[in-house]
């Protein structure tokens, strides 16, 4: 199925308005945030281009190209939910057609639901985050419906090998959201309800930390193309979203959508002996980040944040420091980024603050096609 094509524009929308952000302390208000970029940046190249939206991009250390699609995504083609990309920008079903046909099937066991992440692990593997029948911000989880759970897919074969149930981790609310790797520890985001989830690999043991903490807790409005994103006639919440952990595993970032970025030792997360009191004291504010649609992380320890109301990519040093990758009109709501081995950045911009789920009138203004870019930076990448 021909859904992507290796060449594309993106016609930008401009603002309509130019709203008021809370600050990190007191929920005093400041400044509004200045007009989104107008320009283009020539380092950023279009990789793909596809009339459906994608919210992930993966790439393997042998080229390998994969993608995810979220059911909130709209557009004008069908197809499937995790697929990979040949160098024409055609899309094969991954791993293959029964797995991503869950509307016929309904195998909750073996079947994609609601992919919201895919991420080539440090063992190699095809890592997929499928949220189940879950929505941000909505009404409970349906009690008997699909429980979010990973899928790990070997790339060599094509063959699923393991598939963990994230049900015990999960709450009425839960949305499970990404995950990142420590060792045989997993640390996953809870979007729903406020929280971190930590699965030992070799247990199987889940347990839910840093619940409803104001780390964990989108406490501030999101925005977008300098406009306020609403969701079902209100203020959008996205909770505990993006992670990072450092390279040298010593550390997770992690913060909700709207910012701000805390750290907390990867050790703490890990100690089950820890009360939660005791855990928290162990979190530190890291940067007052923007409204943030993906992250990555270089060998180097640098943050690279996506900006979706500048459209911009911010780079930040372990030591806090920020600066401005790029900014470029094209980079609408840049999601899950991903450094490949090569060294190049990969953005897909998926347009999610145009989507119906988050228009006021409930319409898709999407701009099709969406277009994941690449700049070749030459960085270090980390697994």
């Known amino acids: 199925?021909?859904?992507?094509?290796?060449?594309?524009h993106l016609r930008p929308r401009l603002p309509a308005l130019l709203g008021l952000a809370l600050c990190l302390g007191g929920g005093l208000p400041q400044a509004g945030a200045a007009t989104p970029t107008r320009t283009e940046s020539p380092a950023l190249k279009v990789a793909y281009t596809s009339r459906r939206v994608m919210n992930a991009v993966t790439v393997s250390d042998d080229g390998r190209v994969f993608v995810s699609?979220?059911?909130w995504g709209g557009?004008?083609?069908?197809?499937?939910?995790?697929?990979?990309?040949?160098?024409?920008?055609?899309?094969?079903?991954?791993?293959?057609?029964?797995?991503?046909?869950?509307?016929t099937s309904h195998d909750n066991d073996h079947a994609f639901v609601r992919v919201n992440a895919i991420r080539i692990g440090p063992d190699g593997k095809l890592w997929v985050v499928d949220s189940g029948e879950a929505n941000v911000g909505g009404a409970p989880n349906p009690p008997t419906g699909a429980k979010a759970k990973l899928v790990v897919i070997d790339?060599?074969?094509?063959?699923?090998?393991?598939?963990?149930?994230?049900?015990?981790?999960?709450?009425?609310?839960?949305?499970i959201d990404d995950l990142r790797f420590h060792g045989s520890t997993l640390f996953l985001t809870d979007a729903g309800d406020p929280g971190l989830v930590v699965v030992d690999m070799n247990t199987g043991r889940q347990r839910r930390v840093l619940e409803h903490a104001r780390s964990t807790t989108d406490e501030r409005p999101?925005?977008?193309?300098?406009?306020?994103?609403?969701?079902?006639?209100?203020p959008a919440r996205v909770h505990a979203d993006q992670l990072e952990v450092s390279p040298d595993g010593t550390k997770l970032y992690f913060q909700p959508s709207s910012g701000p970025m805390w750290v907390v030792p990867t050790a703490a997360l890990e100690d089950a002996g820890?009360?939660?009191?005791?855990?928290?004291?162990?979190?530190?504010?890291?940067?007052?980040?923007?409204?943030?649609?993906?992250?990555?992380?270089?060998?180097?320890?640098?943050?690279?944040?996506?900006?979706?109301?500048l459209l911009r990519i911010l780079r930040i040093t372990p030591g806090g420091q920020v600066s401005t990758l790029v900014a470029d009109r094209r980079?609408?709501?840049?999601?899950?980024?991903?450094?490949?081995?090569?060294?190049?950045?990969?953005?897909?911009?998926?347009?999610?603050?145009?989507?119906?789920t988050f228009e006021r009138d409930?319409?898709?203004?999407?701009?099709?096609?969406?277009?994941?870019?690449?700049?070749?930076?030459h960085l270090r990448p980390v697994r």
Do not use: C
């Open 274 to 309: 820890l009360s939660p009191a005791a855990l928290e004291k162990q979190v530190r504010l890291f940067h007052d980040t923007p409204t943030t649609g993906g992250t990555a992380i270089d060998g180097d320890g640098n943050l690279y944040v996506s900006d979706t109301n």
């Open 1 to 8: 199925m021909r859904l992507f094509r290796p060449t594309g």
């Open 222 to 234: 999101m925005y977008a193309e300098g406009q306020l994103l609403i969701s079902n006639g209100r």
């Open 362 to 377: 409930g319409r898709s203004h999407l701009n099709l096609p969406v277009a994941i870019y690449r700049m070749d930076l």
């Open 69 to 71: 699609f979220p059911y």
């Open 75 to 103: 557009g004008d083609t069908p197809g499937p939910t995790v697929a990979e990309l040949a160098p024409d920008g055609t899309a094969r079903p991954y791993p293959d057609t029964k797995w991503n046909d869950w509307a």
């Open 155 to 175: 790339i060599a074969t094509g063959q699923v090998t393991r598939t963990i149930s994230l049900a015990d981790a999960s709450t009425p609310h839960t949305y």
């Open 331 to 356: 980079l609408v709501w840049a999601d899950a980024m991903w450094i490949a081995h090569d060294g190049a950045l990969w953005i897909p911009a998926v347009q999610l603050n145009r989507t119906a």
